[in-house]
Nanobody
Framework: QVRLIESGGGLVQAGGSLRLSCAAS????????MGWFRQAPGKEREFVAA????????LYADSVKDRFTMSRDIAKNTVYLQMNSLKPEDTAGYFC????????????????????WGQGTQVTVSS
């Protein structure tokens, strides 16, 4: 079983920054890609960002483009989400996910295509 453990959430004022981490452990898993999704109360879980494990190319939701940066550390089996210029509307539970095969853009955008999920970490941005 693959375990994904997120950390780094918290309370921050608007305009501030946070860095989320997601560490993967467990059985050997050939990652095609890893992603970050978020879910606010009463809303569906939405795509935030993804990174292809081979090559490191990234994909972002329009709402976070130019503010958030996703990166990976292959040696540590860890991905990061650097979040800058945070806004109150970024408030949500943030979830890390891993996908085994297929890295086409349309696959990465859909949460149903991911194989493993973390428990999430809360990000709250005050105005």
């Amino acid at each position: 079983q693959v375990r994904l453990i997120e950390s780094g959430g918290g309370l921050v004022q608007a305009g501030g920054s946070l860095r989320l981490s997601c560490a993967a452990s467990g059985r050997t898993f050939s990652y095609g890609a890893m992603g970050w999704f978020r879910q606010a109360p009463g809303k569906e879980r939405e795509f935030v960002a993804a990174i292809k494990w081979a090559g490191g190319s990234t994909l972002y939701a329009d709402s976070v483009k130019d503010r958030f940066t996703m990166s990976r550390d292959i040696a540590k089996n860890t991905v990061y989400l650097q979040m800058n210029s945070l806004k109150p509307e970024d408030t949500a539970g943030y979830f890390c996910a891993a996908k085994s095969m297929g890295t086409a853009t349309e696959l990465l955008l859909n949460r149903r295509n991911y194989d493993y999920w973390g428990q999430g970490t809360q990000v709250t941005v005050s105005s």
